[in-house]
Each structure stands twice: as structure tokens, then as C-alpha cells.
């Protein structure tokens, strides 16, 4: 009986990991124009992971990395070939170029942490 509860907890944790990191939804925040977008890098996730974006215009990215896992310590914008490592709790920025219309990922070293911006 005890193996049982042990594996159905094992199973919930897997469940809940894999929903954390590949299947939860963020929520698109509108970046405004101008402005440095600032992202927190908190307890696995970045904070906004879906930022809007005017597309043609270069933009400013602010990191700040609170998250003391490994993980946290790369960003990487693999279609822009840009990456950084963020030191803890000492912000980061980033310029990045004017991006085409579409949706560009941004990521942690092993793609686990994940975030978009979305041009338009
Ligand atoms: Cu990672």
C-alpha cells in the first residue's frame, strides 16, 4: 500500500515538473515602446515569459536574476545568436537588434527556463 502512495506521489511530481516547464501558458505582457523591459528570473521561471514587442525597433531588456539555481545563470535568444550570463540579484541588460515580426524565444542554457517575445 505504501508503494503505491510512494509511486502515485513520484508520478504527481513528474506531472507537476512537466507541466511547470514545457506545458504552462504564460501570459503576454505588452512591452511599452521606448522603455526598458525589465524580467525577473524567480523561482524558475521568467517573469514576464511572453512580452509583446513593436517589431523594427531595437529594444532594451533588463534581467534581473534572483533565482540562485544554476539554470538561471545563462540566458540565450538562440534565433538572434545573443546570449548573457546574468550574475545574482545585478541586472543584466540587453539590446537587442530591430527583431522581424514573429515570436523569439528566449531560453536558459538547457532550454528549461522558458520566455518569448512576440514582434508585431
Ligand atoms: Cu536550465
Redesign the pocket.
Known sequence: MNEILVALGGLLIIATIVWWFWLSIPRAVRGAINRVIEIRVEGGVYQPAAIEIPAGKPLTLRFLRIDV????EKVVFSDLAISADLLLNRPHEITLPALQPGIHEF???????RGKLIAK
Do not use: E, V
Open positions: 539555481t544554476p539554470c538561471a531560453t536558459c542554457q538547457m532550454g528549461m527556463y
